[in-house]
């Protein structure tokens, strides 16, 4: 076999795997900082079922009312109602971690994704991190535009910096 043949068929084989490749999780990480001691923004936003009191994209919410690894609630957006589950929560390290139970990409353009939000002290103030890994909504190779990376990171981004935004002005009434 030539060298040039077989140089063409490595190349041509190794290549392959190139089109073959998903999608790579996004990242999102948001902050704010709100005028309100820390025990007075936990108190709010420690309810996992009662997002709909604080974040204006989330019409209402239901779910257990349990606040422990394990809850689960349900969101109603405009465009339909997500299912939530909470994997982690402290109430001394006021932060909790949730994940999206069931992909509904007519709701929110991302098939999956886990998030986290703690609240860190910064005197009379209170810092809160909202953070989320997620996967575009359509993981195969060639996603139409609705369901593409930019669209997830879009959604991603506006829910969390909506809710961010919600919370402080509910809380600085």
Do not use: C
């Not at 923004?41 to 420690?46: D, E, G």
């Not at 932060?95 to 992909?103: A, I, Q, S, W």
């Not at 509904?104 to 910064?122: C, M």
């Amino acid at each position: 076999m030539k060298l040039s043949t077989l140089f063409l068929i490595s190349f041509s084989v190794f290549s392959m795997g190139v089109n073959a490749h998903g999608p790579t999780p996004k990242k999102a990480d948001k902050s704010i900082i709100i005028n309100a001691p820390i025990d007075k923004v936990w108190a709010v936003l420690k309810h996992f079922d009662n997002i709909s009191d604080w974040h204006p994209d989330v019409l209402s919410s239901t779910g257990d009312g349990k606040n422990e690894s394990g809850s689960e609630r349900s969101m109603t957006l405009e465009s339909g109602v997500l299912e939530e589950g909470l994997d982690y929560f402290s109430d001394a390290d006021h932060e909790y971690n949730y994940r999206l139970k069931t992909e509904n990409t007519d709701v929110f353009p991302v098939s999956s994704y886990t998030t986290a939000i703690q609240l860190i002290a910064e005197a009379d103030k209170t810092k809160v991190k909202w953070k989320s890994r997620f996967y575009r909504g359509d993981t195969g190779n060639s996603p139409s535009k609705r369901l593409n990376d930019k669209s997830a990171a879009e959604a991603m981004d506006s829910f969390i910096l909506n809710g961010l935004q919600g919370l402080k002005e509910t809380l600085e009434k």
